[in-house]
């Protein structure tokens, strides 16, 4: 089946720094990725989807400038935290479509949980 | 704009019970349908998906859900609940096409405590 990766799964940072996360697809192509915030015991907010070769188109309220996301290849986005503060700490999920699947189905990634000190 | 409500919260049952989760959604057509599980610290699971034609379909783990055009529904159900379903569970939507395809809007998710 389509297995999507996140790495790392956790991480802790101090305030100020950057973070990147990464989500791969591993056994198929994915030129839509897609990134979501969950705060505790709520749902997934989209923040982003990430297309391969071009610019993330970002959800309303969003920062573009302090979540950065790159999507340099078939099977890699990168989502980068910039000077973080403890306000953003959360788990981050990435999801992946199957670009040969023609469908609308997302795989998705373990999630990432960040906390900012 | 599309919505998704889950009105339970939490629910609770006893191991072997049968389960219903419920799911409405608000949309201006018919959009596709899912169903995931989350598990304490980890992605989602595809449960079950709902794109056209029968409107009672089959899942992973001996889950099945219910497309109701009438009441916008699509409640998920499992006969008998084992102690491995407790997690999370969300309900979400997608568009067919146009703006936002393949977007998919979350419920706020229902968590299954499962007594042994």
């Known amino acids: 089946g389509a297995v999507v990766s996140q790495h790392p799964s956790w991480v802790i940072c101090k305030s100020g720094t950057s973070v990147k996360i990464e989500c791969r697809s591993l056994d198929f192509q994915a030129t839509t990725m897609f990134w979501y915030r969950q705060f505790p015991k709520q749902s997934l907010m989209l923040m982003a989807t990430?297309?391969?070769?071009?610019?993330?188109?970002?959800e309303q309220g969003v920062e573009k400038d302090k979540f950065l996301i790159n999507h340099a290849s078939l099977t890699l986005s990168t989502l980068t935290v910039t000077s973080a503060h403890p306000e953003d700490s959360s788990f981050y999920i990435c999801?992946?479509?199957?670009?040969?699947?023609?469908?609308?189905?997302?795989?998705f990634g373990p999630g990432t949980r960040l906390t900012v000190t | 704009a599309q919505s998704v409500t889950q009105p339970d919260i939490h629910i609770t049952v006893s191991e072997g019970a049968s389960l219903e989760l419920r799911c409405n959604y608000s949309y201006g057509a018919t959009p596709y349908l899912f169903w995931y599980v989350q598990s304490p610290g980890q992605g989602l699971q595809l449960l079950l998906k709902?794109?056209?034609?029968?409107?009672l379909v089959q899942g992973i783990k001996g889950f099945e859900a219910e497309f109701k055009r009438s009441q916008s529904s699509f409640n998920l159900r499992k006969p008998s609940v084992h102690w491995s379903d407790a997690a999370e569970y969300f309900c979400?939507?997608?568009?067919?096409?146009?703006?936002?395809?393949?977007?998919?809007?979350f419920g706020k998710g229902t968590k299954l405590s499962v007594i042994p």
């Open positions: 990430s297309n391969e070769g071009s610019k993330a188109t970002y």
């Open positions: 709902y794109f056209s034609g029968d409107t």
């Open positions: 979400a939507v997608a568009p067919h096409s146009g703006a936002g395809s393949y977007q998919l809007t």
């Open positions: 999801s992946a479509r199957d670009s040969g699947e023609g469908g609308y189905e997302q795989y």
